[in-house]
């Protein structure tokens, strides 16, 4: 039960989007997509999406599903183009809704907009299992960083999203709108009961201290070492902790187009009757 994991990472937000395949059916999942942005010209284009189709196409893979670890603030998902161009189903953690919710009060969608989760083909549930050739693919809600956090378990691999990163640099931030240390923490903590050889993919890497960028750890390395929740940390501890990291960070430079397109399954806002689309700037809303 190893499945294949490319790993592409994208240099303007931090970002690993993986392909993870069966290597027996080459039937595969494309976990955390981008959609290149650049918020000077208000522009987007494909060059990371086009570089995960060019590695399913070389290696002859068949996608099932394209899924998402949360809604990201720090970078736009490129899951309708590569749905477009790969097939496959879109989902996220069944929560997502929570956070719709959330944001439509501060962006106020257009009136058609349905903060349900009906943008995605699949709302995933705790305990969810799904089909990806031979392997399960199992999914562990991970509410803390957001509400609608999931980790998907695919055979010896978890893939983790924000919810932890390399041992050096910690755990998430728990300051946006519906997050919660104290959930992070008890997430964190079932991830690390999974078995001690378990492979942990991390959904962003800064390469803290200028070493080289990284993305894969295993459930014993974060247990011995990871700096805010290695064994012996407690919960109060580390709420402690989180809660004073997190009042000294500077919101993603990203977070407001980011929300905007990903809140809508990474479909742009509706265009107007010239054929624009327009993204919002709230001031003194977050």
Same mark, same amino acid.
């Given at each position: 039960m190893v499945p294949d994991v490319t790993a592409l990472f994208d240099q303007r937000t931090f970002t690993i989007t993986y392909i993870v395949a069966d290597p027996a059916s080459r039937r595969a999942?494309?976990? =955390?997509?981008?959609?290149?942005? #650049?918020?000077?010209?208000? /522009?987007?284009?494909?060059?990371?999406?086009? !570089?995960?189709?060019?590695c399913v196409t070389a290696q002859?893979?068949?996608?099932?599903?394209?899924?998402?670890?949360?809604?990201?603030?720090?970078?736009?998902?490129?899951?309708?183009?590569?749905?477009?161009?790969?097939?496959?189903?879109?989902?996220?953690?069944?929560?997502?809704?929570?956070?719709?919710?959330t944001f439509a009060e501060i962006f106020h969608p257009e009136p058609g907009f349905a903060a349900d989760g009906s943008q995605f083909d699949r709302l995933l549930g705790d305990g969810d299992g799904l089909d990806l050739g031979g392997l399960s693919l199992d999914v562990l809600l991970s509410p803390g960083h957001t509400p609608a956090c999931a980790v998907?378990?695919?055979?010896?691999a978890a893939f983790c999203? =924000?919810?932890?990163?390399?041992? #050096?640099?910690?755990?998430? /931030?728990?300051?946006?709108?519906?997050?919660? !240390?104290?959930?992070l923490y008890r997430s964190i903590r079932r991830i690390l009961d999974l078995a001690p050889q378990t492979r942990i993919f991390v959904g962003h890497d800064y390469g803290p201290g200028g070493r080289d960028y990284a993305w894969e750890t295993t459930v014993a390395d974060q247990r011995a070492t990871n700096k805010h929740v290695r064994d012996g940390i407690d919960e109060d501890t580390f709420v402690a902790m989180r809660e004073a990291r997190d009042a000294e960070l500077?919101?993603?430079?990203?977070?407001?187009?980011?929300?905007?397109?990903?809140?809508?399954?990474?479909?742009?806002?509706?265009?107007?009757?010239?054929?624009?689309?327009?993204?919002?700037?709230?001031l003194n809303a977050l």
């Open positions: 999942a494309v976990i =955390d997509s981008v959609l290149d942005y #650049d918020p000077a010209g208000g /522009r987007t284009w494909t060059e990371s999406a086009d !570089a995960v189709i060019e002859g893979l068949t996608v099932d599903w394209i899924l998402e670890t949360h809604l990201h603030a720090d970078h736009l998902t490129a899951a309708p183009y590569l749905k477009d161009k790969l097939g496959g189903e879109v989902a996220i953690g069944a929560r997502i809704a929570e956070v719709q919710q998907y378990r695919i055979g010896d999203g =924000d919810t932890i990163f390399m041992p #050096d640099f910690g755990t998430a /931030r728990c300051d946006f709108p519906g997050g919660s !240390a104290r959930q500077k919101l993603p430079h990203l977070i407001l187009p980011a929300v905007q397109v990903n809140m809508r399954a990474g479909h742009l806002p509706p265009p107007d009757g010239q054929g624009i689309a327009y993204l919002k700037i709230p």
